[in-house]
């Protein structure tokens, strides 16, 4: 009551801490725990050639003399690398610093693709209706009766039938691998866009924005749009643990990234013929380096769910 | 419950024709079938008598028309990388993913349920606490992850399962099963194990969430005041109630099993459909691809209506407003 006279409005950081969001985040530890993992592996992976030790791509600095060195505290080691080296002589810690930038960008990539998608149909469905809303939900209906994992590996193969012999492997394998999973996953932005589209449409503001006549496409995209995309965050911050995961497990059947610019999935993929013969380093360090990022990330989309969702509070 | 059964009837139909466009645009468009058939020295007059035979020349709804025409009688073509009939290669690869599939889901359902169970009755005790942080791992790790590492625990490690291949396998005629020799039933450990935790996890979550909701009703509190033991209220009037959603989702991830099923046999070389159909993606066997697609979706389609037929058998409240409609 008595801060009405008070003039300067409290900075953004102040607010921040005033907020419901900021509290329960304090107040959760593993959520804390979480965030400061995620921001670690985004960092490392966004400054891979700062950070990295070693570059494992450049080929003149491998050397076979350094192949399969054990991690640092084991016999036989080499201090130079402290979770060992591949087959072919690259530091693993590198090769996981790299490797997961490059599934980070594809997790990132492909869930802006399928978020992009999924809300421009969920917007066409929801506002023109009829015969339209009735084919892209068909559509939507008939995908989600499937896994995900199946439709991207069709997509996959379909897409490396139609341009197989076009362009390299190395050059297309990012762009086949968003394709596959943005195509997999924008169902749930187009339901979700969709339903709250339906509910807006109906509001005041966007008949008078008809009455004035203004082009539909102009109405959904600059006064439906904003007021609809709440939802969206929260899957899309689950989504990208998913697409990560998905990204690894294409590239670990070997329908992903190939070797040559290793992910997190296809260095699990190399270290697995590896298993056997002892050299266990080279798929346990990637394999838990991809479950500690795939698991913070779904803890703080878990979080922001139950944060954002106000029927739970 | 008849014009019910029917429209959903009608529904799957149009579902697997869609599926099956999609299975023909590919089979028909993604790369040239009679390159694939053929070798480098045929001339083009031979390519052009075979496009003939093979009806490539035709309109494209009559070619769609034909394949799903001999989609129903089950041929699916010759497969470009083993040059054998499709569904001979199916039929071959299809008792393996079964029986891990259905070991799998029984794995699930029979670990899942009462530990779905116990977390909600005991929520604070330390095993409830172990579980659900067991399923939220289980939830997070990706398949290939856990197989690899069971394979590196259990095969490299300890050395007690074998890690891949289905062991020996007895012939009965018209299915080849792994389920009655030792050999068999060790390798189906880790596979069915990896395949099932993450259904497990799922129904674990789904129980118990339902029954803390239905422990909270008046009924249950109801049952508690009259003095029934608490195993019969638990279990005859909690966990009954429970059981619509539970059948829901264990049905549908049946399908998904199957599907999952992909990532499982590649891990440990389980020479089922899955395994085949990842070569195929690999190789753009399409023929396989479109016949193990068009599978999949026939497979779905039924589990969907067994499962809403289940529905109508299990809770009467849908039987009696189902009448209304």
């Known amino acids: 009551m008595s801060v009405v006279e008070q003039s300067d409005r409290p900075g953004f950081i102040a607010r921040m801490r005033d907020t419901d969001i900021w509290y329960s985040f304090v107040r959760n530890r593993i959520v804390m725990l979480a965030a400061f993992i995620t921001i670690v592996i985004f960092l490392g992976a966004l400054f891979a050639p700062l950070v990295a030790p070693h570059n494992p791509f450049d080929l003149a600095s491998l050397s076979l003399m350094d192949s399969l060195v054990p991690p640092a505290w084991m016999e036989e080691s080499d201090p130079r690398y402290l979770l060992g080296t591949d087959d072919q002589g690259r530091d693993i810690l590198s090769a996981i610093i790299y490797g997961a930038r490059i599934s980070l960008a594809v997790g990132f990539a492909s869930v802006a693709f399928a978020a992009v ?91 008078a924005a008809r009455l004035i006549g203004l082009h539909p496409i102009k109405i959904m995209l600059r006064h439906v749009l904003p007021n609809v995309t709440g939802p969206v965050l929260v899957i899309a911050t689950i989504n990208l643990a998913l697409a990560i995961i998905t990204e690894a497990t294409l590239s670990f059947l070997g329908v992903g990234i190939p070797s040559t610019q290793p992910s997190l999935g296809t260095l699990i993929r190399i270290g697995n013929d590896f298993l056997f013969s002892g050299e266990w380093w080279i798929t346990i360090f990637p394999g838990i380096a991809l479950a500690v990022l795939a698991l913070a990330i779904n803890l703080l989309g878990d979080w922001l769910r139950d944060v954002l969702n106000p029927r739970l509070r | 419950m008849l014009a019910f059964t029917i429209r959903r009837l009608i529904q799957s139909i149009g579902v697997m024709l869609v599926v099956s466009l999609i299975a023909f645009v590919m089979f028909r468009f993604v790369g040239d079938p009679v390159d694939q058939m053929v070798g480098l020295e045929t001339t083009i007059e031979e390519r052009e008598i075979l496009r003939e035979q093979l009806g490539l020349n035709d309109a494209t709804p009559v070619q769609f028309l034909r394949f799903v025409g001999n989609a129903i009688q089950g041929d699916f073509g010759v497969s470009y990388q083993f040059k054998r009939p499709v569904a001979t290669i199916l039929g071959e690869r299809m008792p393996a993913t079964l029986e891990l599939a259905f070991v799998s889901a029984i794995l699930a359902l029979v670990a899942g349920i009462p530990m779905g169970v116990y977390t909600a009755l005991r929520r604070e005790s330390v095993l409830s606490k172990l579980f659900l942080m067991i399923s939220l791992i289980g939830v997070s790790l990706p398949t290939f992850l856990i197989g690899i590492l069971f394979i590196f625990l259990f095969a490299v490690v300890f050395q007690i399962l074998p890690s891949f291949g289905r062991g020996e396998i007895v012939d009965l005629g018209w299915w080849r099963t792994g389920l009655l020799t030792s050999s068999g039933l060790k390798a189906l450990i880790l596979p069915s194990i990896t395949l099932a935790l993450f259904q497990m996890t799922l129904i674990m979550r789904l129980v118990r969430s339902e029954m803390l909701e239905v422990l909270r009703t008046d009924y249950i509190k109801f049952c508690q005041a009259r003095g029934l033991r608490s195993r019969s209220v638990n279990f005859g009037h909690a966990l009954k109630n429970t059981l619509v959603p539970v059948i829901t989702i264990a049905g549908l991830q049946i399908g998904s099993l199957i599907a999952f099923a992909i990532i499982t046999e590649t891990v440990f070389q389980w020479p089922g459909m899955g395994l085949l159909f990842l070569q195929a993606v690999q190789n753009v066997d399409i023929p396989i691809m479109a016949a193990y697609l068009l599978l999949i979706a026939f497979l779905f389609v039924m589990i969907n209506m067994a499962v809403d037929m289940l529905y109508v058998v299990v809770d009467p409240r849908i039987r009696i407003g189902g009448g209304e409609e």
Do not use: C, H
């Open chain 1, 117 to 207: 998608l999924g809300i421009s149909l969920g917007l066409l469905a929801g506002y023109l209706g009829g015969r339209t809303d009735a084919i892209i939900m068909r559509i939507a209906d008939v995908q989600l009766t499937f896994p995900s994992i199946l439709i991207a590996l069709l997509i996959d193969g379909s897409v490396r039938g139609i341009f197989g012999g076009q362009f390299s492997r190395e050059d297309s394998a990012f762009y086949v691998l968003v394709l596959s999973i943005g195509l997999s996953f924008w169902v749930q932005y187009a339901r979700t866009v969709r339903s709250s589209t339906l509910v807006e449409k109906n509001k005041e503001y966007v008949q």
